[in-house]
Each structure stands twice: as C-alpha cells, then as structure tokens.
C-alpha cells in the first residue's frame, strides 16, 4: 500500500503533548452531519440551494448556527472529549477550518484531514483528530471510478496513525451511494465503493483496522456481508440509545434502523469495551405522525427548523 500513501510531515502533525499522560479509553465518533456547506457557491458542484439565495436560504447565520450545533453534538458523545471523529457530509475545507478553528470546537484543539472528491454535490468525508491521542502517518484519497449511470461519487478516505499508547490504526471512512432509484438497482454502485475499499484491506490482514461511515445500507445488506467477508466484524450491529430513546442512528417512517457503521477486524475486537448511539435529548424531537422520537434534523423537507443532523452519532470505545 505504500506506493498510493502520502507521507505527511511529522513537523506539521507531531504535538509536544502526544506523550501526555495516558487516559483511560481511546474513544471513536462517527457521525453523518447532514448538508454541512458553506454559503458559497464552488464552481462545477451542484450546491446552489445551499446558498443565501438558494431555496433553502442558507445565510451565514443558518450556517455558525449548523457548525456549533455539530460542534455542541461531538461534545455531547462521552465524558471524555472523543479522539477521534469520522465526519460524513461535510462540503468542504473551510467548513472544516471554520468547524474546527472558530465554532464551539475551537477550543478543543482538534486538527483533520478530508477528501476533495467529484462527488457532484460537492460533499466529501473527514477525520477530526486530537494531536495530542494520535498521529498520523500516512493518508490517501481512495477515488471510486463510477459505473454506467453511476454518479461521481465521494473518495474513500484513508489514514495510518499511531494512538498514544504506540497503537497503530488502519482508518477507512466511507460514504457510500444512497438508495435513489431503489436499493436493488444502485446495488451495483455501492458494490463499486465496496470493490475498491476491500482491495485496500487485503494487505491488511492481521492489522487494527477501523472502517466507518454512512453505508447506505443495513447490517445485514449486502455491503455489510461483503466487509464481514473481509473478517470485520460491526461492532455497532446492535447498538442503541445511551438514554433509551434510540434503537439506531436513523429513523425512516417510525423505525429506527442503521445505516451508519463502525466495523473492526479482529485484532481490535478485544480492544472493544462499549458501542452506543447518541441519544441526548437535545438530538431528537417528537415523531408527530408514527409516534416516540426521531433525529431533529436540520430541515424538514425545505421547512428550515434549527435541528442538528438526521442521524445520530455512533460511538465506540476502546482499550488502546
């Protein structure tokens, strides 16, 4: 794998405070934070309702309102700040540099790294890190070429990094096709994503290896069987609400279900001491029409209501 890897500078990700104290748990967030755009238009991207002028009138107030809301969701997920944050939906690096450096999180010290993919809406995926717990080695873009009548869609991002405690993570965030058109026909197209990231895995065999995202698809789907294939082993499968009001990250016409996933290979499983969604109250709003409670998201249809995110966070802790 090392002739596609980019080396980063040590100078640039090393913190003084790496070989801090040792807490107790390494904590992992993956999190789908809907739509998170800037209120600029980028050149080639279909983002224009994302715009002030935009049907969805998104002003700038909208928009710090959206990024401390992410930010106010993150802290949320653990007693302890997360270490590491899988970020699916967000359009670019200035809604990063703005998340990271002038939102609620900015005090939080976390750095990142993302793709720049051809996905025709402009959305990519993200790691939030903490210097200070790991550091990467290595990352890479992995692109997806499309299929027939398949969109563009968004790169695989992969990082290699070092936990504090001298642990060595294999990182794959994903954001696979959605159903549009119905599950058994984009199949193929979530297949194409599944290809590439298991030709990345097999020479990985035998590695801490963490792969995450919004996978378009259940736990018993067919992109899930095909990483379990692969000797993952999806660790958030039966995961529920730390508050008990979810039964998964995401609720469609009065069920919840997930189709956000963290999956582990075996040499991490061990390591696995708690796998939860959060349910703070703060994320959900009543179901009026099915009854119980649903994600609060950010839009209902093109109605602007001040939510957070129409999935849940997932969250894993580990012995590392």
């Known amino acids: 794998m090392r002739n596609w890897k980019r080396c980063l500078s040590l100078l640039f990700l090393v913190s003084h405070s790496f070989f801090c104290a040792f807490a107790q748990s390494f ?5 789908n934070c809907e739509n998170a755009f800037d209120t600029r238009h980028d050149e080639g ?16 107030t909208r928009y710090w309102r959206k990024l401390n809301g992410l930010g106010q969701t993150i802290l949320s997920c653990s007693d ?7 970020l699916v939906e967000v359009e670019n690096d200035s809604v990063l540099h703005d998340l990271t450096l002038r939102s609620l999180l900015r005090g939080a010290g976390y750095q ?15 790691l939030l890190y903490q210097p200070a717990r790991f550091r990467p080695i290595c990352y890479d873009c992995l692109s997806v070429e499309p299929l027939k009548e398949m ?34 026909e984009s199949r193929p197209f979530r297949q194409q994503v599944m290809n590439v990231l ?4 097999g020479p990985l065999q035998g590695k801490h290896i963490v792969v995450a995202g919004d996978f378009n698809d259940y736990s018993d789907g067919h992109a899930l069987r095909l990483l379990e294939a692969q000797g993952l082993s999806n660790v958030s499968k039966d995961a ?36 939860y969604v959060n349910d703070a109250t703060f994320l959900l709003e009543p179901d009026e029409r099915y ?3 649903k994600p609060r998201r950010t839009y209902n249809g093109y109605r602007y209501q001040r939510g957070f995110s129409d999935h849940l966070p997932l969250v894993v802790k580990l012995g590392l």
């Open 291 to 293: 009854g119980g409670y």
């Open 27 to 31: 904590t992992f967030v993956e999190l």
């Open 240 to 275: 529920q609400g730390q508050h008990g009001h979810a039964k998964g990250t995401y609720r469609y016409q009065g069920e919840w279900r997930s189709i956000d996933h963290v999956l582990v290979s075996a040499s991490l499983l061990q390591k696995v001491s708690g796998v």
């Open 80 to 86: 302890e700040l997360p270490d590491l944050v899988a």
């Open 151 to 184: 969109r563009p869609t968004r790169d695989i991002l992969y990082v290699e990094g070092e936990t504090q405690r001298g642990d060595t993570l294999h990182l794959f965030i994903v954001h696979a096709p959605s159903r549009y058109g119905g599950e058994l």
């Open 112 to 126: 990142y790294l993302m793709t720049s993919s051809p996905d025709v809406r402009g959305i990519d995926v993200a």
């Open 45 to 60: 991207k279909e983002d224009e309702e994302f715009t002030p002028e935009g049907t969805r009138r998104w002003t700038r």
């Open 198 to 201: 298991t030709s990345a895995l």
